[in-house]
């Protein structure tokens, strides 16, 4: 069954702290992986888009890896700010029948 | 200029009822979506149409009905409206990724219509 699981479920960190988010997936065939960060009462917004052939990517602050072997990826968020807090979402997408499987995030709370 | 947007941002109504959530893009893009995200934040495909066609239908209750005028708008029908359809509804659009381009394309979302059933 392809599912992806992220962790963890919440997580609380000062302002200036780094933090790293995990997303463990059994989707097959792979095309993609997504992260998306979804503000409290926004609609997501995608940070990153990684293919099969990428180990890593950045996007600012936010840097995201891939491991295709394993079927993990992570995301790092360096340097944190309070407008980071919100849930950040992985995505990956099956490469047979175009489907997006959704994981169901991870909260993060940057405190000052 | 906003990318994606939805109309209502709030709607708020009685068990029974029908009504309509409006979607429309500027972005050009071939391909749109509706998603429904329940009190547990889980974010769940509903519909994908592409240059109008509808290509992903979920397990989705026929009260719900998708309407694709043109490639920029995506409206969602709701008849008999229960309370279980109470939730967040997204509507997002992309260009169509294809079975053989290897270049994925982003999915922009819209702001989102909060549904209320009381």
């Known amino acids: ?112 | 200029d906003t990318a994606v947007s939805q109309t209502p941002k709030y709607l708020v109504t009685q068990m029974g009822n029908d009504k309509s959530i409006k979607c429309e893009q500027n972005l050009g893009h071939d391909t749109m979506y509706w998603y429904k995200q329940d009190s547990k934040k889980f974010l769940k495909i509903m519909f994908s149409y592409n240059n109008k066609e509808l290509i992903i239908n979920e397990t989705v209750p026929n009260r719900f009905s998708p309407k694709s005028p043109d490639k920029a708008h995506l409206n969602l029908h709701i008849n008999s409206l229960e309370l279980g359809d109470s939730a967040v509804y997204f509507c997002a659009s992309s260009q169509d990724e294809g079975s053989g381009r290897a270049l994925p394309y982003e999915q922009y979302f819209g702001p989102g219509t909060r549904l209320t059933v009381t």
């Not at chain 1, 962790?7 to 302002?15: A, G, V, W």
Request: charged residues 15%; contains cysteine.
């Open chain 1, 1 to 112: 069954k392809n599912q992806v699981e992220q962790s963890p479920q919440s997580l609380i960190i000062l302002e200036g702290k780094n933090c790293t988010l995990q997303c463990n997936y059994t989707v097959s065939p792979f095309s993609n992986l997504r992260w998306y960060k979804q503000d409290t009462g926004r609609g997501p917004v995608s940070l990153t888009i990684m293919t099969f052939s990428e180990n890593t990517k950045s996007n600012g602050r936010y840097t995201a890896t891939l491991d295709a072997d394993t079927k993990q990826s992570s995301l790092h968020i360096t340097a944190s700010q309070l407008s980071d807090s919100a849930s950040y979402i992985c995505v990956v997408r099956t490469g047979n029948n175009r489907k997006l499987i959704w994981g169901l995030g991870t909260s993060l709370a940057v405190n000052p």
